[in-house]
C-alpha cells in the first residue's frame, strides 16, 4: 500500500509541475534580405574556432509590426524560430563542420551579443544544409533595434575542402501575452 501511494505521487508530480507557455506568436521575422553570406576558405584547420561577422543588418522590426497590426507592447519577447546555413548554390558537402554557434550582437557595441542558434555537434553525414536550433534567450534588446549583426563561429572536423559561398537564412518570433 505504501508503495502504492508513493507510486501515485511519482506520476502525479511531473502532471502538476507542467506549465504550458500561455504566450502567442504575434508575427514572424524573417531574414534574408539583405542576404546574410560569408566565405569559407580552402584549407582552414581543425584546431581553431573560424569567426565570421556580418554587420550591419537592418532588422526592419517597425516594418514587421506595423505589417502584423500589433503595437510594441504587446511584443512581450522576441525569440530564435529557426535557423539554416547552407552553401549558396547546394552543391557543398558541408560535414566536415562539427559546431555552429552563432550570435547576435548590437553593431555599435559589438561586446553586447547572446547566442541565438547553435549545433553542438553537427551530425556527420551528406547534407549540404545544417538545420540549427534556437535557443532560448529573448533577443529583444537587439531585435528591436534598427540594425543588428551576426557573428557566425564555426568548428571543423576536417579541413575545408574548398573556397566557396555560405548563407545563413533565420526567422525571428516576436511573442505577445
Same mark, same amino acid.
Given at each position: 500500500?505504501?508503495?502504492?501511494?508513493?507510486?501515485?505521487?511519482?506520476?502525479?508530480?511531473?502532471?502538476?509541475?507542467?506549465?504550458?507557455?500561455?504566450?502567442?506568436?504575434?508575427?514572424?521575422?524573417?531574414?534574408?534580405?539583405?542576404?546574410?553570406?560569408?566565405?569559407?576558405?580552402?584549407?582552414?584547420?581543425?584546431?581553431?574556432?573560424?569567426?565570421?561577422?556580418?554587420? $550591419?543588418?537592418?532588422?526592419?522590426?517597425?516594418? *514587421?509590426? /506595423?505589417?502584423?497590426?500589433?503595437? #510594441?507592447?504587446? !511584443? +512581450?519577447?522576441?525569440?530564435?524560430?529557426?535557423?539554416?546555413?547552407?552553401?549558396?548554390?547546394?552543391?557543398?558537402?558541408?560535414?566536415?563542420?562539427?559546431?555552429?554557434?552563432?550570435?547576435?550582437?548590437?553593431?555599435?557595441? $559589438?561586446?553586447?551579443?547572446?547566442?541565438?542558434? *547553435?549545433? /553542438?555537434?553537427?551530425?556527420?553525414? #551528406?547534407?549540404? !544544409? +545544417?538545420?540549427?536550433?534556437?535557443?532560448?534567450?529573448?533577443?529583444?534588446?537587439?531585435?528591436k533595434q534598427e540594425f543588428i549583426g551576426v557573428e557566425i563561429r564555426l568548428d571543423y572536423r576536417q579541413i575545408s575542402p574548398?573556397?566557396?559561398?555560405?548563407?545563413?537564412?533565420?526567422?525571428l518570433r516576436a511573442m505577445g501575452e
Amino acid at each position: 500500500m505504501k508503495n502504492g501511494i508513493y507510486l501515485y505521487l511519482f506520476l502525479l508530480c511531473p502532471l502538476l509541475s507542467c506549465n504550458k507557455d500561455g504566450r502567442q506568436e504575434l508575427f514572424t521575422l524573417t531574414y534574408p534580405p539583405p542576404p546574410i553570406g560569408f566565405e569559407i576558405l580552402p584549407g582552414l584547420n581543425t584546431f581553431d574556432t573560424h569567426i565570421y561577422t556580418i554587420s $550591419p543588418i537592418p532588422t526592419r522590426y517597425e516594418e *514587421y509590426l /506595423d505589417q502584423s497590426g500589433r503595437s #510594441d507592447d504587446e !511584443v +512581450i519577447a522576441i525569440e530564435a524560430k529557426s535557423g539554416q546555413l547552407a552553401s549558396i548554390f547546394q552543391d557543398i558537402n558541408l560535414d566536415f563542420v562539427n559546431r555552429v554557434s552563432i550570435f547576435i550582437f548590437d553593431p555599435f557595441e $559589438p561586446d553586447n551579443k547572446i547566442e541565438f542558434f *547553435y549545433m /553542438d555537434p553537427v551530425v556527420y553525414g #551528406d547534407k549540404t !544544409v +545544417i538545420r540549427l536550433f534556437p535557443g532560448i534567450a529573448d533577443i529583444s534588446e537587439w531585435a528591436k533595434q534598427e540594425f543588428i549583426g551576426v557573428e557566425i563561429r564555426l568548428d571543423y572536423r576536417q579541413i575545408s575542402p574548398t573556397f566557396f559561398e555560405m548563407e545563413f537564412d533565420f526567422e525571428l518570433r516576436a511573442m505577445g501575452e
